[in-house]
């Protein structure tokens, strides 16, 4: 399969904070959570859902670094 990506001018299907993205991506937290500590806003519904399951990452991130 392919994907493709277009350019809308409509609402998004979820609103996020780019911290709480920063958190996603570094595995920190969930989509589930944030929505629920009403830091994602969810304007079609399923799609926190959908994505909290394509965000998840095993092993969660670690740095051995101590600061």
């Known amino acids: 399969g392919a994907a493709t990506c277009t350019a809308d001018d409509g609402p998004g299907d ?3 904070d780019v911290a709480d993205l920063g958190s996603l991506l ?11 500590a009403g830091r994602i806003a969810e304007s079609a519904p399923g799609t ?8 998840q ?4 991130p670690w740095c051995w670094v101590r600061f």
């Open 57 to 60: 990452v095993d092993p969660l």
């Open 14 to 16: 979820v609103l996020v």
């Open 26 to 36: 570094l595995g920190g937290t969930s989509m589930r959570r944030l929505q629920r």
């Open 48 to 55: 926190v859902a959908c994505l909290d399951a394509m965000a």
